[in-house]
C-alpha cells in the first residue's frame, strides 16, 4: 500500500513533499543534522530517489533552505498599499507571527549563514538583501535621501533585527507589541544616524 501510495504522486509533487518534510525538520534540528538518510526514513522513500531530486546532500540543504526562505519572505513581504510607517510596522508584526508560529525553522535558517556551504549562506544573505531593499523602498516614500551610508545602515540593522527575533524565538521576550515597537525607534535611530553620516 505505501509504495502504491507513493506511485501516485507526481515528481512535483513528490519533490513539494519532500520539502516539506525538510522544512519541518528544521522546526526542531539545525540544518547541518538534516541527512539524506534521515529524510529518506521520514518520507519513507529509498535513499537513492532523494538522489533524483536533489543529486546530493548540499542540493537538499540548499533546496531546503530555499523553501524555508521562501517561506519566511512571502509571509512578510511589504503590503503595498498600506502607507510606508504602517508598511513596516505591519511587516514586523507578521514577521513576529511568523516566528512565534515557526520558530525552530527561522532560527535554523538565520543559523544557516554558518553552514559549511557557501551557497547556502549566500542565501541567508540574500534574503538580508531583499528585506533591505524593501525597508529602502518605504523610507525612499517618507523623502530619506540614497546614500551608500543609508544602505549600509538597513543592511545591518536587518541582522541585528534578526538576532532580536532569535531571542523571541527562544523566549526571551514575551511582548511581540513591545518588540516591534523597539524594532522601530532603533531603525529610525539608525537611519538617522547614517543620514547625518560623512562616511
Known sequence: MPEERRSRL????????LLALGVNFLADHPLEEL????L???????????????ASK???HLAVVTAARDSLLR??????????????????????????????TFVSLVRGTASGDPT???????????????????F???GVTDTRTVRLALRAWVSFAEEMFVSLASGD???????????????????????????
Open 40 to 54: 529518506a526514513r521520514r518520507a519513507g522513500v529509498s535513499r537513492a530517489l532523494l538522489f533524483h531530486y536533489f
Open 10 to 17: 507526481t515528481p512535483e509533487d513528490r519533490r513539494t513533499q
Open 173 to 199: 521576550l514575551a511582548d511581540d507589541e513591545q518588540l516591534v515597537a523597539f524594532l522601530v525607534r532603533t531603525l529610525d535611530a539608525a537611519v538617522a544616524v547614517a543620514r547625518d553620516s560623512t562616511l
Open 140 to 142: 525612499a516614500e517618507l
Open 58 to 60: 548540499q542540493g537538499m
Open 75 to 104: 509571509a512578510t513581504a511589504p503590503r503595498a498599499h498600506l502607507p510606508p510607517r504602517e508598511r513596516i510596522d505591519d511587516t514586523l508584526r507578521r514577521f513576529a507571527a511568523f516566528v512565534r508560529d515557526h520558530s525552530g
Open 35 to 38: 541527512s539524506l538518510d534521515e
Open 120 to 138: 547556502v549562506r549566500a542565501l541567508v544573505d540574500e534574503s538580508r538583501e531583499i528585506n533591505a531593499e524593501h525597508l529602502w523602498e518605504a
